[in-house]
Every structure is written in C-alpha cells, then in structure tokens.
Nanobody
Framework: QVQLVESGGGLVQAGGSLRLSCTASRRAFSTWAMAWFRQAPGAQREFVASISRAYGSTDYTDSVKGRFSISRDNDRNTVYLDMNNLNADDTGVYFC????????????????????WGQGTQVTVSS
C-alpha cells in the first residue's frame, strides 16, 4: 500500500509563512496527481490545491489564490505546499492526497477522487 508521510505543520502567527511537505513511498509518483486538503474543527474536509502529473498545472481554491503555492519534486517523490500570509481561517489539519491519473486527467477537488492519503499535519494560525 502507498504511504504518504507529511511534515511541516505547526504554530504560526497571522501573516507568517509555512511550508508543508509530503513524500510518497511509490517510485511511480510522477504518474500521480497530487493535492492538499484541509479540515477545520467541525467542518468538512475541503480542497486547497492540486498539481497535475505532467506539466505541473495547478488548481487552487479561491481563498488561497495568491497566497499558497503547490509544487512537486518527482525525483524526491514529494509535493509541497508553500503557504504565505496565513490567517486564522487557514487553521486546520492539512492532508496530502494522491491518485494515479492519465495525462489528460482534469483537476479534481473532491476527496473521493483521491486514493492515497497522508496522516495529516496540524497547522494553527494565531491571531
């Protein structure tokens, strides 16, 4: 079974920055679309960002556009989420997710579209 190992979460003050990392155990990582989701207390898991397998095309939810950046390093089987200008609404457990896709796959924003998940890492933004 695929394992995703996340790191980088923590406590940060509003306006600060944080980088999350997620490393996959599979050598075929380059064929996966990858995404980040987050879940605040009492809320459903929501889409944050995704990146395609081929050209690195990205997709972001509106609330993080211009502040967050998703990227990947296929040689390291790792996806990153660079978060800037954080605010309290960004607080939650962040999960990385992956799914094997074809080259022409459309970006997916629903958790059910992803087969592999990390354990989650807590991000807390203090006011």
């Amino acid at each position: 079974q695929v394992q995703l190992v996340e790191s980088g979460g923590g406590l940060v003050q509003a306006g600060g920055s944080l980088r999350l990392s997620c490393t996959a155990s599979r050598r075929a990582f380059s064929t996966w679309a990858m995404a980040w989701f987050r879940q605040a207390p009492g809320a459903q898991r929501e889409f944050v960002a995704s990146i395609s397998r081929a050209y690195g095309s990205t997709d972001y939810t509106d609330s993080v556009k211009g502040r967050f950046s998703i990227s990947r390093d296929n040689d390291r089987n790792t996806v990153y989420l660079d978060m800037n200008n954080l605010n309290a609404d960004d607080t939650g457990v962040y999960f990385c997710a992956g799914v094997r896709t074809i080259m022409t796959a459309q970006p997916q924003r629903t958790p059910a579209s992803y087969d592999y998940w990390g354990q989650g890492t807590q991000v807390t933004v203090s006011s």
